[in-house]
């Protein structure tokens, strides 16, 4: 009998899953979105096989249930799904970054009769969509489970092999430890980013300067600012007890700053930025996290007509995909820095030996 894998969610990272399932298991892939365009664009790209007419019909025959929606969708579809007559056998998971809420309630409406994993890969994209879904971006990448603690290893190596094609690194984890290592490394700092963007904010309105050379680094410290408004209020408010803490801690440790600073000690203030250097650099620089990286691409170019285009042709004639284009720095007829950033960090690697190869000065940022 062929096996059946129902997708809630057809969007980067349920139709992300779906490809990297299809890689390696032989099974018919269902989806179901409430966005009925989405669920034909994922149709017509062949990321699903079918599209669910009825989301009963479907989830009761399934082999597999995928909820590839946000938190706080992901509640309201877990109601839905508890009402349904399905299969003893099914394994049903979620991508959600929080996991807390989540896991308490598959424990109150299935209490360990229905095999509930929660799921978080740890990767994404600057772009959306299912048209942007891409069978290799969870590869290499974390992939964290999260199962209850009365779920059996035979049940969790089951979801490893559906989700094989993946080619990530699966890390099992306690809800309570997941929740608190993305809050550090991932929820937390983009609260700071949109704090430093709200300050500059203010600040540019005593001073238009401030927006005119806030397109530098300061651009590049705030991207993850730029991510979906909606999105982040629920991820902070689903892991609201560890931000809070996180922010105790943040506020603390300005706090020392502001205080080295009055007092003037050089001493301190050195080794408080020496501290975070010798962390930072120790970091791993191809290693995937929590926080979509950036493969970015610096090139010197002369800033003349037709210059940026000569670059980008060049790149598609090889099929390499840019994510995006961003000019630094730019001086007419002198030489400026163009920034591009790639999906992967092959695609980077392939466009820099290209363009080295036609004498463009390329360097990675640091």
Do not use: C
């Not at 902070?236 to 506020?251: A, C, D």
């Amino acid at each position: 009998m062929t096996r059946r894998v129902l997708l809630i969610g057809t969007g980067l990272i349920g139709g992300s899953i779906a490809l990297a399932i299809k890689k390696e298991a032989a099974a018919v892939i269902v989806g179901y979105d409430i966005n009925k365009e989405q669920l034909k664009k994922a149709r017509e790209l062949q990321v699903i096989d079918e599209a669910a007419s009825s989301l009963q019909e479907e989830a009761e025959k399934a082999n597999l249930i995928l909820l590839a929606s946000p938190v706080e969708q992901t509640l309201k579809l877990m109601k839905k799904l508890a009402s349904f007559n399905l299969r003893e056998d099914v394994i049903i998971s979620d991508v959600g970054s929080t996991k807390g809420d989540i896991m308490a309630q598959a424990n109150d409406l299935w209490k360990g009769n229905v095999t509930f994993i929660g799921g978080h890969p740890m990767a994404g994209s600057h772009k959306a969509g299912v048209e942007s879904a891409k069978a290799h971006l969870f590869e290499n990448a974390f992939y964290v489970l999260t199962p209850h603690s009365f779920t059996s290893f035979e049940k969790v190596e089951e979801l490893k092999r559906w989700l094989k094609g993946t080619n990530a690194h699966f890390l099992v984890l306690d809800t309570a430890e997941h929740d608190y290592i993305t809050g550090v490394i991932s929820h937390f700092p983009h609260v700071i980013a949109s704090g430093l963007v709200k300050l500059a904010k203010k600040h540019a309105g005593d001073n238009p300067l401030v927006s005119l050379l806030a397109a530098g680094g300061f651009r590049d410290i705030t991207r993850i600012a730029s991510s979906s408004p909606n999105m982040w209020k629920d991820i902070v408010k689903q892991n609201r007890h560890n931000v809070l803490q996180l922010l105790e801690e943040w506020i603390m440790e300005m706090r020392q700053v502001q205080n080295v600073l009055l007092n003037e000690d050089d001493r301190a203030l050195a080794r408080f930025f020496e501290d975070a250097k010798d962390y930072r650099d120790a970091l791993p620089v191809r290693a995937k996290g929590a926080i979509p990286a950036y493969y970015d691409l610096h090139v010197d170019v002369i800033d003349v007509p037709g210059a940026i285009a000569r670059i980008t042709t060049l790149l598609a004639e090889h099929e390499i995909s840019i994510v995006n284009l961003h000019i630094i720095e730019s001086r007419e007829g002198l030489l400026g820095v163009l920034r591009i950033s790639f999906q992967s960090d092959e695609d980077r690697l392939q466009a820099q030996t290209l363009l080295q190869h036609h004498e463009y000065k390329t360097y990675e940022a640091a």
